[in-house]
């Protein structure tokens, strides 16, 4: 199994910035894909970002292009989510998910294998 711990959510004012992380252990060996979504209240969840464990390869959501940037330190075994220009309609809880395979498309949360329980990003107007 892997295990995922999100850290680094918080209260924020609009157009700040944060720093979402995502620290993997257990069986880290078997990740493909790292990839983060969230879920805002009365929404369903949706995808924001992934890379894989290589690190060779990025994805956005393209709301999310320009203002988010994901990116990993193989040292940790942690992935970062750097988010910026940050608005209220970002509120939401935000979830790390990983993948053991090479898909086409890594957007949609059936894919995923394992999941953290989630950081709050709050984003005040």
């Known amino acids: 199994q892997v295990q995922l711990v999100e850290s680094g959510g918080g209260l924020v004012q609009a157009g700040g910035s944060l720093r979402l992380s995502c620290a993997a252990s257990?069986?880290?060996?078997?990740?493909?894909?790292m990839g983060w979504f969230r879920q805002a209240p009365g929404k369903e969840r949706e995808f924001v970002s992934a890379?894989?464990?290589?690190?060779?390869?990025?994805y956005y959501a393209n709301s999310m292009k320009g203002r988010f940037t994901i990116s990993r330190d193989s040292a940790k075994d942690t992935v970062y989510l750097q988010m910026n220009s940050l608005t209220p309609e970002d509120t939401a809880v935000y979830y790390c998910?990983?993948?053991?395979?090479?898909?086409?498309?890594?957007?949609?949360?059936?894919?995923?294998?394992?999941w953290g329980q989630g950081t709050q990003v709050t984003v005040s107007s």
């Open positions: 890379i894989t464990w290589s690190g060779d390869s990025t």
């Open positions: 257990g069986r880290t060996f078997s990740i493909y894909v």
């Open positions: 998910a990983v993948v053991r395979r090479a898909y086409y498309s890594y957007t949609d949360q059936a894919l995923y294998d394992y």
